[in-house]
């Protein structure tokens, strides 16, 4: 286990490691309390953004919007919603665009989103296949609103696979995915879960010369749960270091498992950082603990900028 190692460049080099955490929204009020208790913690580490997942055909449409609308007004944080395209119209997806634009979201995550496993669930013909079609639709949006935006873009993120898609033929068609994405207007990627150090150096290597040009972010996972790494693991198609497994299987306790597995997340965004990567992405499961002991023992420096102000806290300072 490598030490704590501080990856800022030099001055005026290039830009500081950027820092980011996946959250999901709750599913009932215990949740929702919960949630804000990790969003509360996670503020004070100064996060550039934090993405808020979207279900499969917009099944929690109406509870991401409100999570997204509460972290604008009452929290510092940045959102970054995600956004599916299967089961969805365009019409119905433009509707949706244009509220995350009109409710203050400048960054979306296009994503195609789980194909249903019923054909009775089989998406209609209207609907929209492909995240570069989402991209697309995105684009076109914003430019009906550049008037509002002040000339301004939208952030478009896409998702990049260090080993092959489920259901891609092969390593080089995800290539030619990325590629379309990032032709159609994608800003940046962020990489699903991977298990192993050397899968997201090789991505970023095949992808490079295949002309990809975009940032491609890690996403990683505190590796603290038997149950989930393995879920995640049928998940990708990708089989979890067998020593992780082995250890996780082996623990005694939550505590013996979070060391370790925190442990084994820090290698992997270290090799990942040693190999270039612009940021690192966090999938916290709306838990806080295992994401701050990984950015603790990664030592990312973080820039110093004031928080935007809280809504709730308006009324306070005008009547002081």
């Given amino acids: 286990m490598s030490p704590p190692v501080s990856h800022q460049s030099p001055p005026g080099t290039s830009a500081p490691i950027a820092l980011s955490y996946e959250l999901f929204p709750p599913r009932n009020e215990t949740a929702s309390a919960s949630l804000w208790d990790t969003i509360r913690e ?99 949006v914003e430019q009906q609103r550049s008037a509002l935006l002040c000339a301004g873009r939208v952030a478009i993120g896409v998702a990049a696979y260090p080993a092959k898609h489920p259901e891609s033929p092969s390593i080089e068609h995800d290539l030619e995915v990325l590629l379309a994405k990032q032709r159609s207007g994608a800003d940046f990627a962020i990489t699903q879960v991977f298990f192993h150090a050397d899968q997201y150096r090789e991505l970023v290597t095949r992808a490079r010369r295949a002309g990809v040009t975009i940032p491609l972010i890690p996403g990683v996972m505190p590796l603290t749960s038997l149950r989930r790494v393995r879920r995640l693991g049928e998940l990708t198609g990708v089989e979890p270091a067998p020593a992780l497994l082995d250890a996780l299987g082996r623990t005694t306790g939550a505590a013996e498992a979070r ?7 820090v290698d992997l965004a270290l090799a990942a950082l040693d190999a270039g990567a612009p940021g690192i992405h966090l999938y916290t499961f709306n838990e806080h603990a295992a994401a701050l002991d990984v950015l603790d023992r990664l030592a990312l420096p973080r820039p110093a900028r004031p928080g935007p102000l809280r809504r709730t806290a308006l009324p306070e300072l005008v009547q002081a």
Avoid at 53 to 78: I, P
Avoid at 259 to 265: L, N, S
């Fill in 259 to 265: 060391r370790i597995g925190v442990a084994a997340t």
């Fill in 42 to 140: 996670l503020e004070g580490t100064n996060p550039d953004y934090v993405s808020v997942t979207y279900g499969a055909n917009g099944s929690n449409r109406d509870t991401a919007v409100d999570l997204l609308n509460r972290l604008m007004t009452e929290s510092t944080l940045r959102p970054l919603a995600h956004l599916t395209c299967v089961g969805n119209s365009a019409a119905e997806l433009a509707g949706t665009i244009a509220e995350l634009l009109d409710h203050g979201v400048r960054g979306i995550l296009a994503l195609r989103g789980d194909l249903p496993t019923k054909p009775a669930d089989a998406p209609d013909a209207g609907s929209l296949r492909y995240a570069q079609d989402l991209i697309e639709l995105i684009r076109h």
